[in-house]
């Protein structure tokens, strides 16, 4: 028996697979980012809204000084091709269950799901692949038709190890997804600092996700029949030639006009070879024999 249960709680369907209580984690900090503000997510109507179970504490808002588990405690581990965010599929059966308590507590309007791994890669490379394979579930779930805006994803990398990163096993135990309640009924639950040193990234809503799964095509207006007759070319015709100005044109100097120097007459050559003014200097005479 759960030492955490209040007594007389009422059991839900999903006690052989999960146990879940609520609260608040001590928060770890960071260097996330200052904005951590949500948008507001409805809640559900009085006819799909269903009373949550007796264990839970009433009035939903997060007290310092009585700490109690925010996790949703789900049997099995989601696991991942290594160093990606592909899920693997026999992560299915753990999916299928969180999928299932979400259905079945729409009390539940905002829960956390957060991504972690063991410290074998870089800061920033952890950070990044534990952001995105928090977004893989979130959007696993989207698919299942669960509404994007109940979900976070952020990755903490390696930043909140629960096991020794020095061996195997312990590394086998930090790389885990948890989930964690938020808000209940619309209002906030669990410490408000949650989202300090982790990555968030947008889930996107059912119909994004599918656009980008099966992007529309292109529309291409349909092409006319080809007629052989040339009726359908029109005949080309040259654009009409300008009236030009006579006076406006500018004509090049022909090659025999003298221009205002005068002509160069023979004469005035043979005047200049002898003055030296001009031409190839005479052959020197050849040596004596």
């Not at 209040?6 to 697979?17: D, E, H, N, Y």
């Not at 009035?59 to 965010?85: E, Q």
């Not at 349909?222 to 009409?240: C, E, S, V």
Request: with cysteine; proline share 13%.
């Amino acid at each position: 028996m759960d030492p955490t249960r209040k007594p007389g709680s009422a059991t839900s369907p999903l006690v052989a697979t999960l146990a879940m209580t609520l609260g608040a984690t001590a928060a770890v900090g960071g260097t996330g980012c200052a904005d951590h503000r949500l948008p507001p997510n409805p809640v559900p109507n009085v006819a799909y809204r269903t009373p949550p179970p007796g264990w839970f504490e009433q009035d939903p808002l997060y007290n310092p000084s009585k700490p109690v588990d925010t996790r949703v405690y789900i049997k099995g581990k989601i696991v991942f091709d290594t160093d990606r965010a592909t899920i693997r599929r026999e992560s299915e059966v753990v999916l299928f269950q969180l999928h299932d308590f979400l259905k079945a507590n729409p009390w539940v309007t905002r829960l956390r799901v957060e991504g972690h791994t063991d410290s074998r890669a870089s800061d920033e490379h952890n950070q990044g692949l534990s952001a995105r394979r928090a977004l893989a579930v979130a959007h696993w779930l989207v698919e299942q038709r669960i509404d994007h805006v109940r979900l976070v994803a952020v990755g903490y990398g390696e930043g909140k190890p629960i096991g020794p990163n020095e061996d195997a096993a312990g590394r086998q135990e930090n790389r885990r997804t948890e989930y964690h309640i938020m808000e209940v009924n619309g209002r906030p639950y669990g410490p408000s600092n949650a989202l300090d040193g982790g990555t968030v990234l947008e889930v996107l809503s059912y119909e994004e996700l599918y656009l980008l799964k099966y992007p529309p095509k292109p529309e291409i207006p349909p092409l006319k029949p080809f007629n052989p007759t040339g009726d359908d070319f029109d005949t080309y015709k040259p654009a009409p030639k300008k009236p030009v100005d006579a006076d406006s044109v500018i004509t090049a100097p022909k090659a025999e006009d003298p221009g205002d120097a005068g002509p160069i007459m023979k004469d005035d050559k043979k005047k200049d070879e002898k003055k030296g003014g001009g031409g190839a200097p005479p052959p020197a005479a050849p040596p004596p024999p």
